[in-house]
Structure formats: structure tokens, C-alpha cells
């Protein structure tokens, strides 16, 4: 346990602070409003009396905002991943907020127990089951315990889908854009219907649900008001091209993304489609989306992974939550990790002291990572952030455990990503 979220934290968890709210909603909210024409559509919504779960997709930063705005004047404890409790000022904020922390991906009864809390006094939850910003702008699917907790739990169920965000706060750039975003309440399912669905059958409609397949498209075709830049910082998550097969060849500037071995390229319009550029002489190779792309990628490793295969290893650094209150992620140690198929091993230096720790495939489902900076995993009570020698390298790794986690683990775990590579077996 690290000292910044300690146990007996999560049973005071606090009512979110009315007054900070009511500043965000009349501070932010117009600006939300303004900056991305937010509409929230609410036709097949009825808030239910008392405690309830709401359930949001999670296709970029401002999701939080743009959920907890909506609902206002209810408001909602957040569950939110253990890193941001790390560093000021959200070290202070979000408990004041009644924000939940989760280590995510991992078994924590911390968070569970914190929900209960809420809820048993009245309160609302906000969920975003995915787990992490979506790295191509599709649904990533959940943990199949998400049913189980839903189940267990035994309030009515609320989603909140989200389109256009991922256009104006794509998760491989820093800054937004301003553009067209949307969300859709509706309720989704009652306690009753809680009780007599099977988990499987739960979980089947959170994933129909915040993948979009119910929802009306928009009217207008939601897109960023501004044309500039809007490709720079892709090759962040692109790092195949699938026109030559060559990796960390890519290269983007203003609205283009361009292969810099064989020349193909193509460029990003306002509402993030791809269009191949027809001189470069290889336009067949490029795909019209940054999620088709990212699924060509997948297969290209997918292809790879088999039990006969050698192990991939990377020299890594390694940070890991600082004991001191605020401090983030501290400098911990360097070594080398290796991926396999019975999963994950790092062996190095961690605190001055010699480590050997294995993650077994089964237990990591998914691979989180900030672009060009660090992948994680969480295990063992905590996480840890690994940083190759060659940052750009995150994305890769990220893909890479993802489909061998798909390829290798005994008992899958998690639904189904939309049309991708990643849940391919």
C-alpha cells in the first residue's frame, strides 16, 4: 500500500463538496458549452430515487467534466485511477470531491468497499468501466466483474454515451481542439433487471450501450471547428506503416502523417477521417481511420505472438508511487523487462535492491501508457511505469501485451474491443 491513498481512506470517503460543484458548473460548464457546443440529450432519461451507478465511455480527458456537468445538480463520486492521487493539487482535490481511487486492472477491494459506502447513504457513482482513455477513439470493452460488482451492488444503472470528444482531445496529443461533442443519458438498467440478468447478459449491454449501438447518429457530423495540426502527434500510437511494414518510420506535421522510408502518407480532415495522399505512390497501403490503422497494427503484432516464440525483452526504468504525500512517481530503479507467453518479468534494480518480479499473463488484461513517456502495470497492490530506453516505444509495448494477453491467457477476463485486432485469438 502506498502512503498517498492509505485503507483507512476509503471509509471517509466524502460527500463531493457542493460549493467547488456549483463554482465547476458555473464556471466550466459555459465554457464547455461554448468551446464544444455540448448537447446532452436526456429523452430516454429519468433519474431514479436515491442511490444509483452511472456508466460512461471514456474516449478522452474531459469525460469527467462532461459527465458530472451533465448530471448537475446531482452529484457524483467518481472512481478514478489511483496514479492522479498521486500529485498535487488533485491530491488534495479529489478526495475533497469524493473521489474513489482504484488501481486499475487489479483486484482492489479498497475502491469496492468505497462504493458500498456511498451508495449505503444515499449517494450516486460515476464508472468508467473501460478502465482507460481509449487509444483510438473506439469502445476498449470492460472486465467482465463489471456485471458482477453491477449485479452486487443492486442500483439502477445510468450511462452517459460520449461521441465527438475523442475528435477534440484525442489521447495521443496534448491540448484540445474545439469541435462538436455529444452525450446521451438514458437509463439503462433498473435493480430489478439487475437481479434477474445473468452477469453475462449485464455486461452484453453496457457493451452495446457505451459502443454506440443503440444511439441515433448525431445530425451534424461532429467535428473540430479548426483545420490546423490536427494529425501532429499520432505517430505517438501509429508506429507500423502498413503501406512499407517498417516500425518507428512515421512521422507527422501540421495535418499529415507521412512514412519517412517509403513515403506514403495521408492527412487527417476536421472529422478525423484519413485521406490517402495519391503522389506518394503507395496510397492503397493507408487505411482511412486512426481505429484501422490502429487495428492493422494489432494484427501486424498478433501475427507474431505464438508459444514457440522468443521472448521480447526492452531495457526499462522504472518509477513507482512516491511515499511522500503529492510527490507522483518517483525514480525507483532500471533493468530489463521481458514478455513471453506466461506474461510479464522484470528483472533489475528497484530501491537500491535486487528484484525479480513476474506478472503472469492471465492477470494483465490490458496495458495503459502515456504516449512517449511510459506503459504500465498494475499488480501487486500498486504500478509500476516502465520506460523504455526509446520512449516511443510505449504504444508498442502496450499493443504487444494486449494481444498476447488475448493469444496466451487461459481465462479472458475482458469483452471485446469494437472490430480489432486486440481481442483477435
Given at each position: 500500500?502506498?502512503?498517498?491513498?492509505?485503507?483507512?481512506?476509503?471509509?471517509?470517503?466524502?460527500?463531493?463538496?457542493?460549493?467547488?460543484?456549483?463554482?465547476?458548473?458555473?464556471?466550466?460548464?459555459?465554457?464547455?458549452?461554448?468551446?464544444?457546443?455540448?448537447?446532452?440529450?436526456?429523452?430516454?432519461?429519468?433519474?431514479?430515487?436515491?442511490?444509483?451507478?452511472?456508466?460512461?465511455?471514456?474516449?478522452?480527458?474531459?469525460?469527467?467534466?462532461?459527465?458530472?456537468?451533465?448530471?448537475?445538480?446531482?452529484?457524483?463520486?467518481?472512481?478514478?485511477?489511483?496514479?492522479?492521487?498521486?500529485?498535487?493539487?488533485?491530491?488534495?482535490?479529489?478526495?475533497?470531491?469524493?473521489?474513489?481511487?482504484?488501481?486499475?486492472?487489479?483486484?482492489?477491494?479498497?475502491?469496492?468497499?468505497?462504493?458500498?459506502?456511498?451508495?449505503?447513504?444515499?449517494?450516486?457513482?460515476?464508472?468508467?468501466?473501460?478502465?482507460?482513455?481509449?487509444?483510438?477513439?473506439?469502445?476498449?470493452?470492460?472486465?467482465?466483474?463489471?456485471?458482477?460488482?453491477?449485479?452486487?451492488?443492486?442500483?439502477?444503472?445510468?450511462?452517459?454515451?460520449?461521441?465527438?470528444?475523442?475528435?477534440?482531445?484525442?489521447?495521443?496529443?496534448?491540448?484540445?481542439?474545439?469541435?462538436?461533442?455529444?452525450?446521451?443519458?438514458?437509463?439503462?438498467?433498473?435493480?430489478?433487471?439487475?437481479?434477474?440478468?445473468?452477469?453475462?447478459?449485464?455486461?452484453?449491454?453496457?457493451?452495446?450501450?457505451?459502443?454506440?449501438?443503440?444511439?441515433?447518429?448525431?445530425?451534424?457530423?461532429?467535428?473540430?471547428?479548426?483545420?490546423?495540426?490536427?494529425?501532429?502527434?499520432?505517430?505517438?500510437?501509429?508506429?507500423?506503416?502498413?503501406?512499407?511494414?517498417?516500425?518507428?518510420?512515421?512521422?507527422?506535421?501540421?495535418?499529415?502523417?507521412?512514412?519517412?522510408?517509403?513515403?506514403?502518407?495521408?492527412?487527417?480532415?476536421?472529422?478525423?477521417?484519413?485521406?490517402?495522399?495519391?503522389?506518394?505512390?503507395?496510397?492503397?497501403?493507408?487505411?482511412?481511420?486512426?481505429?484501422?490503422?490502429?487495428?492493422?497494427?494489432?494484427?501486424?503484432?498478433?501475427?507474431?505472438?505464438?508459444?514457440?516464440?522468443?521472448?521480447?525483452?526492452?531495457?526499462?526504468?522504472?518509477?513507482?508511487?512516491?511515499?511522500?504525500?503529492?510527490?507522483?512517481?518517483?525514480?525507483?530503479?532500471?533493468?530489463?523487462?521481458?514478455?513471453?507467453?506466461?506474461?510479464?518479468?522484470?528483472?533489475?534494480?528497484?530501491?537500491?535492491?535486487?528484484?525479480?518480479?513476474?506478472?503472469?499473463?492471465?492477470?494483465?488484461?490490458?496495458?495503459?501508457?502515456?504516449?512517449?513517456?511510459?506503459?504500465?502495470?498494475?499488480?501487486?497492490?500498486?504500478?509500476?511505469?516502465?520506460?523504455p530506453e526509446n520512449a516511443v516505444k510505449c504504444a508498442k509495448y502496450s499493443?504487444?501485451?494486449?494481444?498476447?494477453?488475448?493469444?496466451?491467457?487461459?481465462?479472458?477476463?475482458?469483452?471485446?474491443?469494437?472490430?480489432?485486432?486486440?481481442?483477435?485469438?
Amino acid at each position: 500500500m502506498t502512503a498517498s491513498v492509505k485503507s483507512e481512506d476509503i471509509l471517509k470517503i466524502k460527500r463531493p463538496n457542493a460549493v467547488i460543484y456549483a463554482i465547476v458548473y458555473i464556471i466550466i460548464y459555459p465554457l464547455i458549452k461554448l468551446l464544444f457546443r455540448l448537447k446532452v440529450t436526456r429523452d430516454n432519461y429519468a433519474p431514479p430515487e436515491g442511490p444509483f451507478v452511472v456508466i460512461a465511455n471514456h474516449s478522452s480527458f474531459m469525460d469527467f467534466l462532461i459527465v458530472m456537468l451533465s448530471f448537475y445538480p446531482r452529484r457524483l463520486n467518481a472512481v478514478a485511477a489511483q496514479k492522479f492521487f498521486l500529485y498535487r493539487p488533485l491530491d488534495r482535490l479529489l478526495p475533497v470531491m469524493g473521489c474513489i481511487p482504484k488501481n486499475l486492472f487489479d483486484p482492489d477491494v479498497r475502491s469496492i468497499i468505497g462504493i458500498k459506502k456511498v451508495l449505503e447513504r444515499g449517494g450516486r457513482i460515476l464508472l468508467f468501466p473501460e478502465g482507460r482513455c481509449e487509444t483510438d477513439g473506439v469502445y476498449a470493452g470492460i472486465h467482465k466483474s463489471t456485471g458482477k460488482l453491477l449485479k452486487k451492488l443492486g442500483v439502477p444503472v445510468i450511462s452517459g454515451y460520449i461521441d465527438g470528444a475523442y475528435k477534440c482531445m484525442p489521447f495521443w496529443r496534448d491540448g484540445f481542439r474545439p469541435g462538436r461533442i455529444r452525450i446521451e443519458l438514458s437509463n439503462l438498467l433498473s435493480a430489478e433487471q439487475l437481479q434477474s440478468l445473468s452477469v453475462d447478459e449485464i455486461n452484453d449491454r453496457i457493451d452495446s450501450r457505451l459502443r454506440g449501438d443503440d444511439t441515433p447518429p448525431p445530425v451534424k457530423t461532429l467535428r473540430t471547428f479548426k483545420a490546423k495540426r490536427l494529425a501532429e502527434g499520432l505517430h505517438n500510437i501509429l508506429y507500423f506503416c502498413p503501406a512499407c511494414k517498417l516500425e518507428f518510420t512515421l512521422e507527422t506535421k501540421g495535418n499529415t502523417i507521412r512514412c519517412s522510408a517509403c513515403g506514403a502518407a495521408a492527412v487527417m480532415d476536421r472529422s478525423a477521417k484519413l485521406t490517402p495522399l495519391p503522389d506518394t505512390g503507395v496510397p492503397a497501403g493507408i487505411p482511412e481511420s486512426v481505429h484501422e490503422w490502429f487495428r492493422i497494427q494489432a494484427d501486424h503484432e498478433a501475427g507474431r505472438l505464438h508459444e514457440n516464440m522468443e521472448p521480447v525483452s526492452e531495457r526499462v526504468t522504472v518509477r513507482l508511487p512516491s511515499d511522500k504525500p503529492g510527490g507522483g512517481m518517483t525514480q525507483s530503479g532500471a533493468g530489463v523487462i521481458t514478455l513471453d507467453p506466461s506474461g510479464w518479468r522484470f528483472t533489475g534494480e528497484l530501491n537500491g535492491e535486487q528484484t525479480d518480479l513476474s506478472f503472469p499473463i492471465d492477470t494483465v488484461p490490458a496495458i495503459p501508457f502515456d504516449p512517449n513517456d511510459n506503459f504500465q502495470i498494475y499488480a501487486h497492490g500498486t504500478f509500476y511505469m516502465f520506460t523504455p530506453e526509446n520512449a516511443v516505444k510505449c504504444a508498442k509495448y502496450s499493443v504487444m501485451g494486449e494481444c498476447a494477453y488475448w493469444r496466451f491467457a487461459t481465462r479472458i477476463q475482458m469483452t471485446t474491443r469494437i472490430d480489432s485486432g486486440l481481442s483477435a485469438r
